[in-house]
């Protein structure tokens, strides 16, 4: 795998001027905590050890990102709904990560952290030890991908991630290994959703996942798709990124 490449998100720019078809652009990328195990083996302790160092590592970004931290643990009823209704709540894992076990001492150790403007989200234990997302309504992939740079450079200068030459950057779900990450849009295709072959036929040959309005396992809601680079390993975070804005 190459060495990490975020490139010049400059040459990006918006994908939907007209704001005719995407509803909103997703960047995320997922890290693992150096010197802690995947979550199945994690113990209550290290679980509360690590939500600690990214709480206190996240409460010292600044500018845009600026935000808070809030625990699943002794969440208000009022935070949680609030959560919820800006679909950023992650709830106890689907059967999929209940069989691999990874969601033991629940809601010990998770916690989400957003900035002020809902543009900036961490997910701290979820399926990965950190889940960094940029986003926002409407189809600016540069300013979505810039946000996301900026972040994982602070972070990254504050908390060691593990990372292997050969695999890139390590997540608990091998479909992510390497840049971990993922570029998404959700976009309108009333044409294409009358035709699933052919949407599935499309995507396939620019390197395109197709997955529901609600990402994975779930149905596209009103003809609303989310389309994401298929690709994260063995090419750079910015060729990723680059292979969704030009599919």
């Not at 946000?147 to 602070?154: E, F, I, K, P, Q």
């Not at 504050?158 to 950057?169: A, E, M, N, Q, T």
């Not at 990450?181 to 620019?206: C, F, G, N, Q, T």
Request: aromatic share 10%; proline share 4%; glycine share 8%.
């Amino acid at each position: 795998h190459p060495p990490k490449n975020w490139g010049d998100a400059e040459t990006m720019g918006n994908l939907d001027p007209g704001s005719e078809f995407i509803v909103s652009t997703r960047v995320r990328c997922g890290r693992s905590l150096e010197g802690y195990p995947f979550n199945p083996c994690l113990t209550e302790a290290q679980y509360k050890e690590m939500e600690d160092k990214v709480s206190s590592t996240l409460s010292g970004l600044e500018g845009e990102l600026k935000g808070t931290f809030y625990p699943l643990t002794g969440m208000s009823k009022e935070t949680q709904q609030q959560l919820i209704d800006d679909h950023f709540l992650f709830k106890e894992g689907d059967r999929f990560l209940q069989a691999a076990n990874a969601c033991r001492f629940w809601p010990t150790g998770r916690g989400i952290y957003h900035n002020e403007n809902k543009t900036f989200l961490v997910w701290c234990n979820e399926e990965d030890h950190l889940r960094i997302i940029s986003m926002q309504m409407g189809g600016d992939l540069k300013q979505v991908y810039k946000r996301l740079v900026t972040a994982v450079n602070d972070i990254e200068k504050r908390i060691p991630f593990s990372h292997h030459d050969r695999l890139g950057f390590l997540t608990f779900c091998p479909t992510n290994l390497g840049t971990t990450v993922r570029a998404s849009v959700h976009i309108k295709l009333p044409k294409l959703a009358a035709d699933k072959a052919k949407l599935e036929e499309v995507a396939s040959k620019y390197h395109l996942q197709v997955r529901g309005t609600r990402g994975e396992h779930t149905e596209a809601e009103g003809g609303v798709y989310d389309i994401s680079n298929k690709r994260r390993k063995g090419l750079t975070e910015y060729d990723a990124v680059k292979e969704m804005y030009d599919g």
